[in-house]
Structures are given as C-alpha cells and as structure tokens.
C-alpha cells in the first residue's frame, strides 16, 4: 500500500498531530510511506530525520509562490504532489497546533476526490476499505481515501544505526500549478488585524480557601450568563445557517436567516451555486469541521474558523477568532463569495457546575475529579491536560473542544489563554484557583484563590 503523510512544521518541529499520523502509517505493514511537507527551504531539515524511521522519501514544496497560503490554496497545493505520487492513502494530523482549524485534511480530500474519515481514534482494517473508530463512532471508506487522526499515538525514534536520506525538493514549476492559486493569491481569507482579547472580563473578588464552599453555595442559585450577540447597524438582508442552532448567530448580521438542513456537503454545495447566497454559517462541531471545508473546496470559496464573533457592513462578513495559539483575536475577511465561517455556540447542557483542570493541576487532576463529585459537578480539562494525555479529548473545554455555560465553573490550574475563556464566558459565575496571583484566568473569573491544588486538599475531600 502508497501511503502520503502531511506533515506541517510548527517552530521547527513536526505538529504533534502530524506525529501520529506518521506513526499510523508506520504500523501498516510493508506500506510505501512518503512524508509530505510544505515551508520554507529549512524545513528540509525536519523532514531528513524523520526519513530515519525507516519511510521510503521525503517531499518537500517549497517556493516563494506557496508563502502565505491558507486552507484553500494549501490544499490545492498539496493535491497536486499528492495526485503525483499516486498513494492508496493520505493520512493527516486533525489539526496543527498554531492554526486549530482543523479544515485542510477534508477540504484536502474534496479537491483530491478521496474518500474522507475524521477525528480517527483507531484503525481498524485497512485491506479492501479502511476502517477506523471515530469520535462519533464507526466509520469505513473506499479507497483512495484521506483520514485525520486524533492524538491517538507515540511517535517511536529511530534506531541507533538509522541513517539519513535526501529530501526530494520540488517547487511550483515541478507540480504544474497555478501560482495564482497558491500562497497568499490563492487564499481567498484575510487577516486584516489582530489584537488582545479583553471581551468576557470580569472583577475578581479574591478570597480564602476556607471561604471556597460557601461561595459556591452561594452562586449556585445564580443563572448563566445571558450574552448579548453585538448587533450590526447595518445587516445583510439575508444569510444561510446550516442548523438550527445558528440561528441567532445569523441574526446578528442578517435580517434574515434561512436554515439549511444539515446534509453531504455536495448537496449543500449545489444549492448554493442555485441560489448564490452572500454567507453562510456552519456548526463548529465535528459535522461542521468535516463537512464545511469540503463545501468550500467545491465552491472554491474562503473559511473561517471556530468564530467567536461576527460582523458586517451589509456587503462583506467580518469573522472574529483566536490566534496565534489563543494570545490575540483574529479579524478575518473573505474575498469570495459565499463568505463562509464556522461559528462556536455553547453546548445545550444542564451542567449546574463544571469542574476543570488544567496543566497546573496535572498532578493533582485525580483531586479535581473528587472535588467535582463532592460537589454533583461535570469534569472538564483544559487542552493543555488533553494534551499531556492526562485527561480525554471528550473533557476538553475551549476553541479545539467544546463551550460550556454552567451556572458555576471552576477553573483548577488553568491559565486562561483567549483559546480557553472563549469558551466558558457564558458561565454564570467563574471561579478561578491558580498558584499564580498574576495568571491572566483571574482577569476572567468573578472569584479567585491563589494556592496550589495540593494545598486545598483538605476542602476537596472532607
């Protein structure tokens, strides 16, 4: 079996999601394994020791013309090296750690005319079709076929007599493509600036830990946060949303909102070339990250995701989300049309209280887990202790996971990157315990202890 794995370098390095999808590829029996990568000419040298695990070559695209790309002109890029090695099978992390869109491995699929499987926990067979476990459950596809697997694996090392092999070097010329579809022309989204977040502040009342429980009870018969959608003064007279649940998402820019049933994206796709509407909004859920990036492959139209905010002047659709690893907010325009973007909302849960921990707590996350049961309270994880395969992925709160809104969150050990509190400012009240006095979760919370979770031991378990 042919097998291509996309990997992205990430400061250097491979993206840990790229890691196990190497790793995948390497435990398929005598399979004929190409890493594929796209950077800039140093990249070479990220790509030569990984040939040390024993893959057949290395590829590299590198060229001036491929600088700046985003989803759709990477994923023209890359297909076109793809369809000249000729593989069975292409294999992709989920996601890369610096973007979190997770939109290149299906929309990479739709413009190759593979067979897609996402979020991939397993595979399971892989001789007349592949299948694999999935985090919505079992999933199988013809071959040619593209997968995007979760963190699912180690990546293993070399064996001390490895050695090394030349990169293959190819350029714009070598794989016959449009320049004007590549890099920053071929990208149909824009970022047109980005800033810190301060949206979802609150003031942090400091307290003691002896008076933690008290507060809680307090707030406990308190409601969520009811957060207003800012309204544009001028609004589009109409815009699609694929579900339902965006329709108020949809009203905030729209006059009016037409709801698109959820159905295979091609479908979606002709009925947008019928009726040409100017935006639409997909769910940021696992649907909506497979099936949104296809679409616009087929209408060859820019995304944006895991949007927090929306705006528009009446013409063009102005996208808000994190960047940059959580740290600043993106503002985000597309040149093409339909403008499209998926959009967070929170998750439609009666969690009264939702216990978190983060990578400060990731030796004490078995005391989180009792505290939470002490309290009748949900468990939920910060990306940072997913991650560290401290907790499950179905735990994790912020941008790459999911919103919450209970009446109270606490926050144990978290550091409160833009990635994170996104996600929980619809939380009645935050409450926030961090070692450090100056983490920026405080600027978040409505009530804050500075100590360690060790320390607070004696309140979590009595």
């Given at each position: ?303 944006c995701a895991d949007c927090t905010n929306l705006e528009t002047d009446g013409e063009k659709l102005y996208m808000y989300r994190p960047a940059y690893g959580g740290s600043l907010i993106a503002k985000i325009e597309c040149r093409t049309y339909p403008q499209m973007a998926t959009v967070r909302i929170a998750e439609s849960n009666q969690d009264e209280i939702i216990v978190a921990g983060g990578k400060g707590a990731k030796d004490d996350f078995g005391l989180v887990k009792v505290f939470a049961k002490k309290l009748g309270a949900s468990v939920g994880a910060s990306r940072g202790l997913v991650d560290m395969g401290i ?72």
């Open positions: 079996m042919r097998i291509v794995v996309c990997v992205k370098p990430v400061k250097g390095e491979i993206n840990p999601f790229d890691e196990c999808a190497l790793e995948c590829a390497l435990q398929v029996e005598n399979a004929e394994i190409t890493v594929l990568s796209m950077g800039v000419p140093s990249t070479a040298n990220m790509l030569k020791a990984l040939t040390r695990l024993g893959i057949s070559r290395a590829v590299l695209l590198t060229d001036n013309a491929f600088a700046g790309a985003h989803t759709l002109a990477t994923s023209y890029t890359l297909s076109l090296a793809i369809k000249k090695l000729t593989p069975d099978l292409v294999i992709c992390g989920r996601q890369s750690i610096d973007g979190d869109t997770a939109q290149t491995g299906p929309c990479l699929a739709q413009t190759l005319g593979f067979s897609v499987i996402t979020n991939v926990l397993k595979i399971n067979d892989i001789t007349d079709k592949i299948k694999c476990t999935t985090r919505i459950g079992e999933e199988e596809a013809t071959f040619p076929a593209l997968i995007c697997v979760e963190k699912i694996n180690t990546l293993r090392f070399p064996s001390v007599r490895a050695k090394t092999k030349e990169v293959v070097i190819w350029n714009a010329q070598d794989i016959d493509a449009d320049v004007s579809k590549c890099g920053a022309k071929g990208s149909p989204t824009k970022v047109l600036k980005t800033y810190e977040c301060n949206t979802g502040q609150r003031k942090c009342k400091f307290i003691k830990p002896d008076e933690l429980i008290s507060v809680i009870e307090k707030e406990r018969n308190k409601t969520r946060t009811e957060i207003e959608l800012t309204q544009s003064d001028v609004k589009f007279d109409e815009i699609w949303a694929v579900g339902e649940e965006l329709k108020e998402a949809a009203l905030s820019v729209a006059k009016s909102v037409r709801i698109i049933e959820k159905q295979p994206p091609h479908i979606i796709a002709q009925l947008a070339k019928e009726h040409r509407p100017k935006a639409i909004l997909w769910t940021a859920d696992f649907w909506g990250r497979k099936n949104a990036p296809m679409v616009a492959a087929i209408l060859q139209t820019g995304l907790a499950p992925y179905d735990m994790q709160i912020g941008l790459s996971g999911k919103s919450v809104s209970p009446i109270i969150y606490i926050a144990c050990g978290i550091s409160g990157s833009v990635q994170h509190t996104c996600a929980v400012e619809k939380a009645g009240t935050i409450i926030a315990i961090n070692s450090d006095k100056n983490a920026r979760i405080f600027e978040y919370a409505d009530y804050g202890v500075v100590g360690e979770i060790e320390e607070l031991k004696y309140l979590f378990t009595n």
